[in-house]
């Protein structure tokens, strides 16, 4: 079966630090990857997504960077931290050619 | 459409009740469209889905209904229970090619017990 990781599971940082998001699927092979965001008790933004390794769609201009370094592992990233950065942070997977994704159990995030 | 910024609609059931949950979409290109569960401190979860050259799709008490006239989607849970306490998404996908979902605002469910 497949599984979804993401790690780590909170995450409190000062504003102007770095931050690296690992999300990793296991079970499937060459999945489509996503992060989105979700701030408290809002709806959830898609931030980027990868059809395959090294291939990233940005939706969002921010100062936020993703990275697909293999198949099956998705880094979220950010080189300085904003306040506004603080919210919950979702990866997902699909199938290729399905619309159906499966959510990890998310990053809260809180800068500070 | 995507509705990220705003606060989310609540509704509040009584245990054993049915619940209607409603959303809008913005986009007739829109052609597949998927129901998702978010409990709290969670990822969302895979509901049921509907195509649009349907208008209703049942599943084990739920019953999702698809207006294209109106481009109005409803989730309708049956005996509702305080395990579906709950935020709902909404999510369409646009027959724009690629595979990308938008996500509605949501609605967060309160079962009354």
């Known amino acids: 079966s497949q599984t979804i990781h993401q790690w780590p599971a909170t995450l409190v940082q000062p504003v102007g630090s770095p931050l690296s998001l690992e999300c990793t699927v296991e079970g499937t092979s060459n999945p489509n990857l996503y992060w989105y965001r979700q701030a408290a008790g809002r709806g959830l933004q898609l931030l980027f997504y990868s059809v395959g390794i090294g291939q990233i769609s940005s939706e969002v201009p921010q100062n936020l960077s993703a990275s697909r370094p293999q198949d099956r592992q998705f880094i979220l990233s950010s080189k300085k931290l904003l306040l506004s950065d603080s919210g919950f942070y979702l990866c997902?997977?699909?199938?290729?050619?399905?619309?159906?994704?499966?959510f990890g159990p998310g990053t809260r995030l809180t800068v500070t | 459409g995507e509705s990220v910024g705003l606060h989310l609609p609540t509704l509040s059931v009584q245990e054993g009740d049915n619940s209607i949950i409603n959303c809008a979409y913005s986009?007739?290109?829109?052609?597949?469209f998927i129901w998702y569960k978010q409990e709290s401190g969670k990822g969302p979860q895979f509901i049921i889905d509907i195509r649009s050259n349907m208008d209703k799709r049942q599943g084990q008490r739920v019953t999702v209904l698809l207006n294209k006239t109106v481009k109005h989607l409803s989730l309708q849970i049956a005996a509702t229970q305080p395990g579906d306490s709950a935020v709902y998404f909404c999510a369409e996908k646009r027959n724009t090619g690629g595979f990308k979902t938008i996500f509605g605002a949501g609605t967060r469910l309160f079962v009354k017990a």
């Open positions: 997902a997977w699909s199938v290729q050619d399905s619309y159906e994704q499966y």
């Open positions: 986009n007739s290109a829109s052609d597949y």
